[in-house]
């Protein structure tokens, strides 16, 4: 079972980027997925959470109006895509997947994690 994840670079602020995590080994359809960033000297925290269907969301209120987390089930793909970029967004983000079908914000909650995208976002 792996979770890769892609998408990540440097961007301006203000500026958009997708992140992506593609789904290997088994299909994750049923599982709810997340998106989590650690900047570096901290602690890895929640920043948008799927349930299985696509069709119950939960984010972060520092990214609350601009990101969306989608997923694809055909494709065995979660995507973040990001908006109105700020510097402090800067971080290494982890997508994760949990055996439950419903999202949580709890990093404790997963069971799989993916190996991390660099996000910088420069002044």
């Known amino acids: 079972v792996q979770l890769q994840a892609s998408g990540g670079g440097l961007v301006q602020a203000g500026g958009s980027l997708r992140l992506s995590c593609a789904a290997s080994g088994r299909s994750f359809s049923s599982n709810a997925m997340g998106w989590f960033r650690q900047a570096p000297g901290k602690e890895r925290w929640f920043v948008a959470g799927?349930?299985?269907?696509?069709?119950?969301?939960y984010y972060a209120d520092s990214v609350k109006g601009r990101f969306t987390i989608s997923r694809d089930n055909a494709k065995n793909t979660v995507y973040l895509h990001m908006n109105s970029l700020k510097p402090e967004d800067t971080a290494v983000y982890y997508c994760?997947?949990?055996?439950?079908?419903?999202?949580?914000?709890?990093?404790?909650?997963?069971?799989?994690w993916g190996q991390g995208t660099q996000v910088t976002v420069s002044s």
């Open positions: 799927i349930n299985w269907t696509g069709g119950s969301t």
């Open positions: 994760a997947a949990r055996r439950d079908s419903q999202q949580s914000h709890r990093p404790q909650d997963y069971d799989y």
